[in-house]
């Protein structure tokens, strides 16, 4: 019956073992500010190895547009794990959007 449900929690636990050095560190705090129309969009600034990750959650039910921005002069561009794209910082600064319930998630390195 949903067979195709079986082939989505393979490409998951794949994506978390990838980035679990990420998620389990603590939260950098002051580096990051979002203005979003949605009081629940939610967004963190982690570091690990050098590296910078970003995990920006929509907690709503509705398609929203974030601004974030960085304290982190050096960063330039940032890779969306997974999604096959990139995102450009002007001044630190970038804009996404994101569908009702996404996540994503931005690091510094195209490899991860």
């Given at each position: 019956m949903?067979?195709?449900?079986?082939?989505?929690?393979?490409f998951?636990?794949?994506?978390?073992?990838?980035l679990?050095?990420?998620?389990?560190?603590?939260?950098?705090?002051?580096?990051?500010?979002v203005?979003?129309?949605?009081?629940?969009?939610?967004?963190?600034?982690?570091?690990?190895?050098?590296?910078?990750?970003?995990?920006a959650?929509?907690?709503s039910?509705?398609?929203?547009?974030?601004?974030?921005?960085?304290?982190?002069?050096?960063?330039?561009?940032?890779?969306?794990?997974?999604?096959?794209?990139?995102?450009?910082?002007?001044?630190?600064?970038?804009?996404d959007?994101?569908?009702?319930?996404?996540?994503?998630?931005?690091?510094?390195?195209?490899?991860?």
């Open positions: 949903f067979s195709s449900l079986r082939l989505g929690i393979n998951l636990a794949n994506e978390v073992d990838i679990k050095d990420y998620l389990l560190d603590p939260n950098v705090a002051d580096k990051i500010s203005k979003s129309s949605d009081p629940y969009f939610k967004c963190s600034y982690k570091t690990f190895d050098g590296r910078v990750c970003i995990i959650v929509n907690n039910y509705k398609k929203i547009t974030a601004d974030i921005t960085v304290k982190n002069p050096a960063l330039k561009k940032l890779f969306v794990a997974a999604e096959n794209r990139s995102v450009s910082l002007n001044n630190g600064r970038f804009t959007t994101f569908e009702p319930c996404a996540v994503h998630i931005y690091i510094n390195s195209e490899k991860i």
